[in-house]
């Protein structure tokens, strides 16, 4: 590129120069350095020779753009070039693997420096992602290897001693492959809604809400919760199981995570839906324990359940609200937990209004 742009530059050095010479030898014709006698005859005045003489000066003033054309054009596109060459140096860096080195192009805001910056938000995005991907492998690892070294420890003890109550064996080998189908399915579910593999249908978030509402009725009935669902219509457009995917899983962590059972107070779970410019509100709020802002912010982590919240009996597999938010996040949408000062949680999804709605 440095040497095209190289003999482009001398090449129309060349030809400014050529096309301003012939424009000074036809001016010089013009001004009547060719005359005629008195009979007529054609003759040459000294201006001819001048003429004559103006060729090889201009032949040495194309030879001397020639010249100045490539070295200068030369040194020119390299400075142009430079950096390009940054970019290049930094894309292959990135390339070998290193997602934290950054071009941080000096100078004025032309092309290349957006470029470039465009390029270090690309980094930047790329090397929090594979972090994140990376961290939710390795918790993936972990809470996998559990149910499976349990199921590992059962089978040995029950090889040991042949005599045991197999039914015993039967009921918790049970429970841990249950809770092994159920993080593997939260994991496929997680990967498909990140990819965003899904067809867009309009959707009314308020029957959703309703639907999922019903369908959790008898589990908050069994915790001693209150449920109420209220609102307006809420039409948007996205995946209708994602969608209530995630609004099952919200109702569903505002039921487990309450107050206690045996405490004095009665909890409840409020769902609400709701209509602003361009945009539709899915509410989900619960009463609870007071939870601190620095537990709240790492709710939605995979695998992050918080201690204050786990209920021996429903503490899930740790992916609710990672799901939730992947799947407000593929919808175009935004996800916000708030602490209520009383105790308990509000979650609101904001999502993209479909269009007409």
């Not at 020779?49 to 030369?74: I, K, M, N």
């Not at 005599?163 to 809770?179: A, I, K, M, P, Y």
């Amino acid at each position: 590129m440095r040497l095209k742009l190289t003999l482009s530059y001398a090449g129309f050095l060349m030809l400014a120069g050529a096309l301003l010479l012939v424009a000074v030898g036809v001016f010089l014709l013009r001004q009547g350095w060719l005359q005629t006698n008195e009979s007529g005859a054609v003759r040459l005045t000294p201006g001819t020779l001048f003429v004559r003489d103006f060729a090889p000066t201009a032949a040495a003033v194309l030879v001397f753009l020639l010249v100045f054309g490539l070295l200068g054009g030369w040194g020119l596109a390299g400075r142009m070039l430079a950096p390009l060459d940054r970019i290049t140096r930094a894309t292959r860096t990135a390339a070998a693997g290193s997602l934290s080195h950054r071009i941080r192009l000096p100078g004025r805001r032309d092309e290349f420096r957006e470029l470039a910056d465009a390029f270090d938000t690309m980094l930047a995005q790329l090397e929090a992602h594979v972090a994140e991907q990376q961290r939710f492998a390795a918790n993936a690892s972990h809470e996998l290897r559990t149910p499976l070294a349990i199921s590992k420890t059962l089978l040995d003890v029950a090889r040991a001693d042949p005599h045991r109550d197999t039914g015993e064996l039967v009921d918790r080998l049970h429970t841990v492959n249950t809770r092994a189908i159920d993080l593997t399915e939260a994991l496929l579910l997680l990967s498909r809604a990140g990819r965003r593999s899904f067809t867009r249908e309009d959707v009314d978030l308020s029957l959703v809400a309703e639907e999922a509402a019903e369908t959790l009725h008898p589990l908050a009935e069994n915790h001693g919760v209150t449920l109420e669902t209220s609102g307006d219509i809420a039409p948007t457009s996205g995946s209708p199981a994602l969608l209530l995917q995630l609004t099952t899983n919200l109702v569903h962590n505002a039921i487990v995570h309450n107050v206690p059972e045996e405490g004095p107070e009665e909890g409840s779970v409020r769902v609400h839906t709701g209509v602003r410019p361009g945009s539709v509100v899915l509410t989900v709020e619960n009463t609870g324990e007071r939870l601190t802002p620095q537990l709240v912010a790492t709710l939605t982590e995979p695998f992050r359940r918080g201690s204050e919240r786990v209920r021996t009996d429903q503490a899930g597999v740790g992916l609710g609200l990672a799901i939730v938010k992947t799947v407000t996040e593929a919808h175009g949408g935004t996800l916000t937990l708030t602490p209520r000062p009383a105790g308990g949680l509000r979650i609101t999804v904001e999502l993209p209004a479909a269009s007409g709605g």
